[in-house]
């Protein structure tokens, strides 16, 4: 029977319990990620866990304390040092179990513990949470009354907007037709004075052009006569 029984022997008396924890934990400080059972693994995440929220003041009082449980001064100053500096702003859950299988032998449930602030494959790919936001019914419905108003006045200014862009379109068409009909009629004005301008223009050239002069028959000479009288008489 397991009467009284609150936390996982594992099979050891309480010196060999306590010692084996301390080296495991010391271990998982030091290279950051250890291979062990499931068993073994979770009772190590209750007793190394307590020890790195201690570490978090840093006093004389609090490494002293942690000290107690390690006995291994490189191990305290290395989770005093690096390791504090990368949990500071976790609070709690310090470490990660990935479990690998069955160990070959005695089938024992195996896995690998590790600190989670320093698997850096899994902290870029952690995408950043979104900040969750309540919402009521009640907040919905007065953002939609409150938003109501200012569509249906922005709506009123483009419906507006477009009236006036409307009626100056139809204004300009309206005034194009009359302009042309303006400038026919100052075409149709001009045109007979543009005639009787080319009329007077042309009789003034004809006026001045220079008149051919006829030519006039030379009076035969007496001599011309005299010869023409001989020539008969022979």
Same mark, same amino acid.
């Given at each position: &029977?397991? +009467?009284?029984?609150?936390?996982?022997? $594992?099979?050891?008396? %309480?010196? +060999?319990?306590?010692?084996? $924890?301390?080296?495991?934990?010391?271990?998982?400080? &030091? #290279? *950051?990620?250890? =291979?062990?059972?499931? @068993?073994? /693994?979770? /009772?190590?995440?209750?007793?190394?866990?307590? $020890?790195?929220?201690?570490?978090?003041?840093?006093?004389? +009082?609090?490494?002293?304390?942690?000290?107690?449980?390690? !006995?291994? *001064?490189?191990?305290?100053?290395? $989770?005093?040092?690096?390791?504090?500096?990368?949990? %500071?702003?976790?609070?709690?859950?310090?470490?990660?179990?990935? *479990? =690998?299988?069955?160990? !070959?032998?005695?089938?024992?449930?195996?896995?690998?513990?590790?600190?989670?602030?320093?698997?850096?494959?899994?902290?870029?790919?952690?995408?950043?949470?979104?900040?969750?936001?309540?919402?009521?019914?009640?907040?919905?419905?007065?953002? !939609? =009354?409150?938003?109501?108003?200012?569509?249906?006045?922005?709506?009123?200014? #483009? @419906?507006?907007?477009?009236?006036?862009?409307? #009626?100056?379109?139809?204004?300009? =068409? /309206?005034?194009?037709?009359?302009?042309? @009909?303006?400038?026919?009629?100052?075409?149709?004005?001009?045109?007979?004075?543009?005639?009787?301008?080319?009329? @007077?223009?042309?009789?003034?050239?004809?006026?001045?052009?220079?008149?051919?002069? %006829?030519?006039?028959?030379?009076?035969?000479?007496?001599?011309?006569?005299?010869?023409?009288?001989?020539?008969?008489?022979?």
């Amino acid at each position: &029977m397991r +009467h009284g029984k609150k936390f996982n022997h $594992l099979g050891r008396t %309480a010196p +060999h319990r306590k010692a084996m $924890l301390s080296n495991m934990a010391s271990s998982l400080i &030091m #290279e *950051k990620r250890i =291979t062990t059972t499931v @068993a073994k /693994a979770k /009772a190590l995440k209750k007793y190394v866990e307590p $020890l790195i929220t201690k570490a978090k003041s840093d006093s004389t +009082h609090s490494r002293r304390v942690v000290f107690s449980y390690l !006995q291994n *001064k490189e191990s305290v100053t290395e $989770l005093f040092g690096g390791v504090v500096e990368k949990v %500071a702003e976790r609070p709690g859950g310090y470490t990660r179990i990935f *479990k =690998t299988g069955y160990r !070959q032998g005695d089938n024992a449930d195996m896995c690998i513990m590790e600190l989670v602030d320093f698997n850096e494959l899994l902290l870029k790919e952690a995408a950043p949470e979104k900040a969750k936001t309540r919402r009521s019914r009640r907040g919905k419905s007065d953002a !939609q =009354t409150e938003a109501a108003p200012a569509v249906e006045e922005a709506v009123i200014e #483009e @419906a507006e907007i477009v009236e006036e862009t409307t #009626e100056e379109a139809v204004v300009e =068409t /309206a005034e194009a037709p009359v302009e042309e @009909a303006v400038a026919e009629e100052a075409v149709v004005e001009e045109a007979p004075e543009v005639v009787e301008e080319v009329e @007077a223009v042309a009789e003034e050239t004809v006026a001045e052009a220079p008149v051919a002069e %006829a030519p006039v028959a030379e009076a035969p000479t007496e001599e011309a006569t005299d010869d023409s009288e001989k020539k008969d008489k022979e």
